[in-house]
């Protein structure tokens, strides 16, 4: 079983940044994928930023040129430096992790962009 646990979210201002943190843990063997994901009330959860067990990255068109995921292999940690962060912006953000066994998800972590 795989773990996943977010931080890193809270309040800021338009314009701000924040790091998000994913730090996995369990039984983890390889991974095919890692990704951050939102959702805002009212509405569908969304891809914002994944990353390959290939380093191969992509982005939501909303987010290119802000935010940009990178990961720590030696610390089974993935991270979302989130910059220039907006009002629609403001949602939980989940952290996904992909193997051959299915998928996991993080508790999440709440941003809020506000002035």
């Known amino acids: 079983q795989v773990q996943l646990v977010e931080s890193g979210g809270g309040l800021v201002q338009p314009g701000g940044s924040l790091r998000l943190s994913c730090a996995a843990s369990g039984s983890i063997f390889s991974f095919a994928f890692m990704g951050w994901y939102r959702q805002a009330p009212g509405k569908q959860r969304e891809l914002v930023a994944g990353?390959?067990?290939?380093?191969?990255?992509n982005y939501a068109a909303s987010v290119k040129g802000r935010f940009t995921i990178s990961r720590d292999n030696a610390k089974n940690t993935v991270y979302l430096q989130m910059n220039s962060l907006k009002p629609e912006d403001t949602a939980v953000y989940y952290c996904?992790?992909?193997?051959?066994?299915?998928?996991?998800w993080g508790q999440g972590t709440q941003v809020t962009v506000s002035s």
């Open positions: 990353i390959t067990s290939g380093d191969s990255t």
């Open positions: 996904k992790l992909a193997d051959v066994y299915g998928d996991y």
